[in-house]
């Protein structure tokens, strides 16, 4: 092995993977939301929001390469941190008690990883590989929200997708080093204000939607 | 007159390394408050030397919290609920009359349990040997003082420093990770100007073998910072994966 692969093989070396992948993600977050606003603006606003996403062509096709490559090392990275850290404590003590460090956030993120991935993949199926030739994004996200079970799935999504965040953002800091004295305290209460935005800001997408449908 | 109290313990009993195991249930009975946790299980162990029955073994050494021997899981809770306390430094005062407290000892796949409470931490001492200490003599004492360290370091540093091997990070952690412990020993060397030189491969070596010795991977679940005995703190991790990126990607050290 060269020292790149034994370097990101180490223990560090995985968490920095899930930290650079992971922080692309919140970026992506961001982006999506903002994007996703466009919806308050009506039918032709999001309509034209998405065309014009569509017109970059290749810079498009490029980021979803990016965005797929990332997600496949942040999935499989996750699962073997799970597993090795489930596998580093045969014998489980017979009473579990915080000292107050976890959180829900930080104790859950394997858990919540995993139904993230399965909503992203029928998320995807539901609005992005669908035949787009004679309706437009707005019919499609319309008629999907029309169903309620889709909603209460959809926000259920999003508040999970907050609690991971929730921990994820400030994580990624710690494990690129970034810890001081001055900038934790924001970086922490960024990773809480962020995290509330995706809920909420995603979370009530759905609900619009279904009520204006 | 001292106030006592009574309790019921269930007492991780193992014979061997290679024994099962299982929890044991005594009864504590008049338990002066005065009295330390080890000095509590001392008065079962007489109890139960005088019934002819096997002692608890369990690890203690200095026996004023400096040590790091001793150690056990109470009720979930690494050296027992008390902040920045070891189990020897804990008192009996800290529990009520009635109270049942589980006795387990640390749980990790790198650390094998002995006998009872008693558990190997020598995978601590070879993440040590691995690179925790400088190849030259450093001069005894009054050579600290040739080379100027700022008062700011020398605190970060001795902060550090304070860490007494016990592992109670690694039983608190919620992934058996032995980062602080880590955090602490490179950090302890990486402030101070005599511990630069080998900066690159200690915190490379340290990593690697913690990793062999089957140490769970840091989450930043933040446990262990609030478990420690000494009060050390998670921005030694972050510095340590500062040492470590540094090391890797700008080092030649392989
Ligand atoms: S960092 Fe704290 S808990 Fe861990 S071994 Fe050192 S003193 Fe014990
Ligand atoms: S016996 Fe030495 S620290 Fe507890």
């Not at chain 1, 008629?143 to 909603?151: E, G």
Request: aromatic share 8%; glycine share 8%; proline share 4%.
């Amino acid at each position: 092995m060269n020292w790149l692969t034994k370097t990101l093989g180490s223990s560090i070396g995985k968490k920095l993977m899930m930290a650079v992948t992971g922080l692309s993600f919140c970026g992506f977050l961001a982006v999506h939301l903002a994007g996703n606003l466009t919806i308050y603006g009506g039918k032709d606003a999001f309509n034209s929001y998405a065309e014009h996403l569509h017109s970059l062509g290749p810079l498009i096709t490029a980021a979803e390469i990016v965005l797929l490559v990332f997600a496949l090392v942040h999935v499989l990275t996750g699962l073997t941190l799970f597993y090795q850290n489930l596998a580093a404590r045969p014998v489980r003590y017979r009473i579990n008690r915080s000292a107050g460090g976890r959180t829900i956030g930080s104790g859950t993120m394997p858990y919540t990883g995993i139904f993230l991935l399965i909503f992203v993949v029928l998320h995807l199926m539901n609005f992005h590989f669908v035949d787009k030739t004679d309706t437009t994004i707005y019919n499609l996200v319309s008629a999907a929200f029309s169903r309620p079970l889709l909603v209460v799935f959809y926000i259920v999504a999003m508040v999970v997708a907050a609690i991971h965040v929730s921990h994820g953002l400030w994580s990624a800091f710690q494990t690129m080093g970034a810890s001081h004295p001055k900038y934790t305290p924001f970086i922490k209460a960024l990773s809480t204000v962020f995290a509330i935005l995706v809920g909420i800001g995603f979370g009530f997408l759905p609900i619009y939607i279904s009520i204006i449908a | 007159m001292t106030k006592t109290i009574n309790l019921t313990l269930k007492v991780w009993r193992q014979k061997s390394p290679k024994d099962k195991g299982h929890f044991e249930t005594y009864h504590a009975r008049n338990i002066s408050t005065d009295m330390s946790f080890l000095e509590m299980l001392d008065v079962i162990n007489e109890q139960l030397t005088l019934d002819g029955r096997e002692p608890i073994a369990f690890d203690h050494d200095c026996r004023e919290g400096i040590c790091g021997m001793c150690g056990a899981v109470v009720n979930g809770r690494p050296h027992g609920p008390e902040k920045e306390t070891t189990l020897c430094q804990l008192h009996m005062r800290h529990f009520k009359d009635g109270d049942v407290l589980a006795i387990e000892p640390w749980r990790a796949r790198a650390f094998k349990v002995v006998k009872d409470l008693v558990m190997d931490r020598t995978p601590l001492d070879e993440i040590m040997q691995a690179g925790g200490y400088i190849s030259v003599n450093a001069g005894s004492a009054p050579d600290a003082n040739t080379i100027p360290v700022p008062a700011e370091t020398a605190e970060l540093a001795m902060d550090a420093a304070q860490c007494i091997g016990c592992g109670a990070c690694v039983a608190a952690c919620p992934n058996a990770s032995a980062m602080l412990f880590v955090g602490a020993k490179v950090s302890h060397l990486a402030l101070l100007p005599q511990g630069r030189p080998e900066a690159a491969r200690r915190a490379i070596r340290m990593i690697r073998e913690m990793d062999n010795l089957g140490f769970g991977n840091c989450s930043n679940e933040t446990e262990c910072e609030a478990e420690c005995p000494k009060g050390i703190s998670i921005t030694n991790i972050a510095r340590l994966n500062r040492e470590f990126f540094k090391a890797s990607f700008f080092a030649s050290e392989k």
